[in-house]
């Protein structure tokens, strides 16, 4: 067996009311891939936080070398060899990569003078990108860089300090397919060298290719560990929830009726070249899947009259619509719940009711005055149909959770008269609990006779919820699978531009 | 929110009181009377500028267009011999649409408010300064606008009319901004524009809207000034007044970064730097003081309301953790016998065996 490069022992932390870790044990040993799994909220950030010195844990051990800490701080951590590569990056912009690795340790030069010695830096930086295979100069600007380039970046910087465990948060949420697989090799290069990563993702397929353990952690509580031999989905997915995945799918009541929204030749600003054909029907679930940068939230951007339709229409109902701006949108019926909730679904600071109501306040005004009775009637309606846990309606969004938040910017549309709905990634960031109830929303919905597209990255959400599926390449459809043709395969295969091989073979 | 007015309040009683304790002319008749002009005079053009912090923005041209329109609204008067109502309408159109402009500037053209009110400040104070030669412009023997000049610089029972009138755009604002849709989206895009643009706000019109209105009340002041000096400058009249206005906004609760603020704590703030300054009169402090001690009180007013507001952060911070527990409990017990509101989980699992 590899050196223990460090363990933790007996880790508990605990906020008021709540128990974020709870006797958390876990070992790393010198080149191996640690996947670590959990549902959100099940304690694997604050553990990794405990690991990186930002805060102490109320209980245990930390034992790194054969010394026993009750806590680090963080620069501790980094002398300990202990590097990050953050969810959300954690680079500068604005500056070169040279100085983003080196940032805070800059190299200096020029004697009494203490300059900043980029020349040094640059050559320091360069064999590590090499290393790495990455194709740009240390001195590009960060600004230019892909997400993929900047996680190089993050890596080059753990290596820059001699990193011995690098710990990876999602790294792979934004990548491409081809940028995810170079990842991974890059992980076994580390991996072939010494080095211990942490792997930790929601994406099973990725840490059944990369781990060499994993350690399932639910309600900060290590529920349990496998070895490589023992990795599967169905057993990781089992130790997430403590339950089996039972199918998401429920069929609809009805069979989807005829009409629904129709979009011709659609060109948008992200794809000027393309053209999109899309439609949906309503009383379905149209999933829209592809990979990240296909064009999907552009096209819902589109059709809600964010962003300028560069070209081609949108039918209801075969009657052609005119969506120049949100308020066209709505005013039609198309509704869109946007992807980033905080940025652009929510105003956080304003109370659950003003949010409920803020797309449709002149409903509840005359002559332009707001009528507070008639607005709490229908915020409070919102937040018991969708049981949105409030302590009030005039409890600030702010402090919801994360389902919570994403009900909020539902009961905001559902409060008015729906047609069609674009859904772009409705349940990410969100714990199991809601997901199910925006799963059965949604389906309710359909039910009641709106056509929903589902922006979707999470392939068992695209085909455990979808009742067809349209997958998306470059900014256009590349094709349009039934039920009996879902596959994760056949969803790939559409997503990275080929063709179904055969109806036969589609379909095993 | 009301706490943060009643603060400023108390803060403006007690200053008062003290004032008045250590000089009893500071609450006579005539002072309060003076201080009230004062108020209304510097309150009315404060309520634009806080309706324009609350978008996120700032309006730095006010002091500048009070002397263009200042001058104009002269000129028309003295020079051309046009009725006082046209006059006063030519300097009303005149400032809802420098305001308007500058509004078209930044919502359209994506300007930082900052450039286009500072360029605005640079070109009206130049435009004021040439069309006048930099020579004062004032009335002459006549009465050309005798009865306007009553009206804005008369009282009714004593009490100023520039003060009344204040009270009466309070009122009006304060219902625009605190009861009326067009108030709520005004903070919501204060707060988060693209949030609002997602609602289906026209983000544009409603921030152009305030600057505006910022515009109008501008010309509103531009008349009272002008009667209360009875002479345009063009290279100091109205100097430095719109950081007034931004101070009184700030000290009135109103963030730069938008989305905060209300009409009632506008005014307060107002009061209060009118107070701050007749008080350094009153008690003998030296002249030259007058702004360290505006801007000492400014700083620490708004110090104090940070620290209560990171305090109260810190509550809301704890009392949603709090929440969160049980729903994470929630979520564990799923699988046991009959969790609350399972019934809405289309995956149900414990049924299935």
């Known amino acids: 067996m590899a050196e223990i490069l460090f363990e933790l022992a007996g880790i508990s932390k605990s906020y008021p009311g709540v128990r974020a870790l709870d006797d958390v044990s876990l070992r790393v040993r010198r080149g191996e891939v640690l996947g670590l799994i959990g549902e959100n909220g099940a304690g694997k950030s604050t553990l990794m936080r405990v690991l990186g010195g930002v805060i102490a844990p109320s209980e245990g051990v930390i034992r790194i070398g054969g010394n026993d800490h009750a806590r680090m701080t963080v620069s501790e951590a980094t002398q300990a060899g202990i590097a990050f590569v953050h969810q959300e990056l954690n680079l500068f912009e604005n500056l070169e990569v040279a100085a983003n690795v080196f940032i805070g340790r800059e190299m200096l030069g020029g004697g009494p003078l203490k300059l900043v010695d980029n020349a040094k830096m640059r050559a320091r930086v360069t064999p590590l990108l090499e290393r790495l295979g990455a194709d740009f100069a240390p001195e590009t600007l960060v600004d230019n860089l892909s997400i993929a380039e900047r996680q190089m970046v993050e890596i080059a910087k753990a290596l820059s300090i001699d990193a011995r465990v690098i710990i990876m948060d999602e790294p792979t949420s934004s990548l491409t397919i081809s940028e995810t697989e170079r990842l991974l090799e890059v992980i076994a290069d580390l991996k072939a060298h010494g080095i211990a990563v942490i792997y930790i993702s929601h994406r099973l397929g990725e840490i059944m290719t990369c781990a060499d353990r994993v350690v399932v952690l639910r309600d900060g509580r290590t529920v349990g560990e496998l070895a490589r031999d023992e990795l599967s989905h169905a057993a990781m997915i089992r130790l997430m929830i403590g339950r089996d995945l039972k199918s998401l799918y429920t069929p609809p009541q009805r069979s989807p009726q005829p009409g629904g929204c129709n979009i011709v030749g659609l060109v948008t600003s992200a794809f000027p070249d ?235 | ?73 002269i000129d028309l008067l003295t020079t051309y011999e046009i009725p006082w109502p046209f006059a006063l309408l030519a300097v009303l159109l005149g400032g809802l649409t420098l305001g308007g402009i500058q509004g078209f500037l930044i919502t359209r053209l994506k300007m930082q408010p900052f450039i286009v009110t500072l360029c605005g400040l640079l070109i009206y104070r130049g435009a004021a300064r040439y069309y006048t030669s930099d020579s004062t412009r004032g009335f002459g023997y006549g009465d050309e606008a005798g009865a306007l000049s009553n009206i804005a610089s008369g009282n009714v029972a004593g009490i100023p009319n520039t003060f009344i009138l204040l009270i009466i755009l309070a ?28 609602s289906g706000i026209n983000t544009n019109v409603v921030i152009a809207t305030a600057y505006i209105i910022s515009g109008g009340l ?99 911070a704890l009392a949603g953790l709090a929440r969160t527990a049980p729903s994470s409990m929630l979520v564990q017990g799923q699988h046991g016998a009959s969790p609350r509101g399972a019934d809405a989980l289309p995956a149900r699992t414990g049924d299935q065996a």
């Open chain 2, 218 to 316: 501008a010309g509103v002041s531009t008349v009272l000034f002008v009667f209360y000096t009875n002479s345009v400058s063009p290279s100091s009249f109205g100097n430095f007044y719109e950081l007034y206005a931004i101070a009184a906004a700030v000290l009135g609760g109103c963030s730069l970064r938008g989305g905060e603020g209300s009409i009632l704590g506008i005014v307060l703030g107002t009061a209060l730097l009118q107070v701050l300054q007749n008080l350094v009169n009153i008690l003998g402090i030296p002249n030259s003081l007058n702004f360290a001690v505006m801007g000492t009180v400014i700083l620490l007013g708004v110090l104090a309301d940070h620290q209560l507001q990171a305090r109260r952060r810190r509550k809301l």
């Open chain 2, 1 to 73: 929110m009301i706490k943060k007015e009643l603060g400023l309040g108390v803060l403006l009683v007690v200053i008062s009181a003290i004032t008045g304790a250590i000089n009893p002319a500071f609450l006579s008749l005539v002072n309060l009377l003076n201080m009230a002009n004062l108020i209304g005079l510097f309150g009315v053009f404060a309520l634009g500028e806080g309706l324009v912090i609350i978008t996120g923005g700032i309006d730095l041209s006010l002091g500048a267009m009070f002397a263009l329109l200042g001058v104009v609204f």
């Open chain 1, 274 to 508: 393309r053209q999109i054909d899309l439609s949906v029907r309503h009383g379905e679930i149209l999933g829209l899947a592809g990979l990240v940068g296909a064009g999907r939230t552009s096209l819902a951007r589109a059709a809600f009259g964010i962003d300028p339709l560069l070209g081609g229409e949108i039918r209801i109902d075969d009657a052609p619509i005119r969506v120049a701006s949100p308020s066209d949108a709505i005013r039609q019926g198309i509704y869109l719940v946007p992807e980033d909730r905080k940025k652009s679904g929510l105003v956080l600071e304003l109370p659950v009711r003003e949010n409920v109501t803020l797309a449709s306040l002149l409903n509840y005004a005359r002559m332009w005055l707001v009528s507070g009775a008639d607005e709490r009637k229908v915020a409070k309606e919102q937040v018991r149909r969708l049981s949105i846990k409030a302590p009030s309606i005039d409890m600030e969004v702010v402090t919801l959770s994360g389902g919570n938040q994403q009900k909020v910017v539902l009961g905001k549309w559902l409060s008015m008269q729906p047609r069609v709905m674009f859904f772009d990634e409705p349940t990410r960031g969100i714990d199991v609990g809601a997901k199910s109830e925006i799963y059965a929303l949604m389906r309710e919905l359909a039910d009641q006779g709106v056509a929903i597209v589902m922006i979707s990255s999470d392939m068992e959400e695209v085909i455990g919820v979808s009742d067809r599926v349209a997958v998306m390449h470059e900014g256009s459809v590349s094709g349009v699978l039934e039920r009996p043709q879902f596959s994760e395969y056949n969803v790939l295969r559409l997503a990275m531009g080929q063709a179904l091989e055969t109806v036969e073979a589609a379909a095993p």
């Open chain 2, 171 to 198: 009122l009006i604002l304060g219902v625009l901004l605190h009861r009326s849709v067009y108030g709520r989206w005004l903070y919501a895009v204060g707060k988060n524009e693209e949030a609002a643009r997602f």
